[in-house]
């Protein structure tokens, strides 16, 4: 019932930014929460950045003041703008959504930056 088609993403060197994009099925409204999620190789994934219906927003320490997640509901969309981006945020970028108690995810876009 919910579908997440996650995208944006590419190499850049270091301090490039980038904007990654999850469009989602049906109206976005109706979704608890949405976030992005990333995963390195032989790391776990975690948690980047995440907003709620009510506009509320939290954010990785370690992306916190460079990334901004925002959303148009309009269109059904989440975006992440990743700014100052660094080597340690090279990983696979998953969007996630949760909705009616159960969680969806993108198929995932990678982000590699270099040094």
């Known amino acids: 019932q919910v579908q997440l088609v996650d995208s944006g993403g590419g190499l850049v060197q270091a301090g490039g930014s980038l904007r990654l994009s999850c469009a989602a099925s049906?109206?976005?409204?109706?979704?608890?929460?949405m976030g992005w999620y990333r995963q390195a190789p032989g790391k776990q994934r975690e948690l980047v950045a995440r907003?709620?219906?009510?506009?509320?927003?939290n954010y990785a320490d370690s992306v916190k003041g460079r990334f901004t997640i925002s959303r148009d509901n309009a269109k059904s969309t989440v975006y992440l703008q990743m700014n100052s981006l660094k080597p340690e945020d090279t990983a696979v970028y998953y969007c996630?959504?949760?909705?009616?108690?159960?969680?969806?995810w993108g198929q995932g876009t990678q982000v590699t930056v270099s040094s």
């Open positions: 996630n959504a949760l909705f009616r108690g159960r969680l969806y």
């Open positions: 049906g109206s976005i409204n109706s979704i608890n929460a």
């Open positions: 907003i709620t219906i009510g506009g509320s927003t």
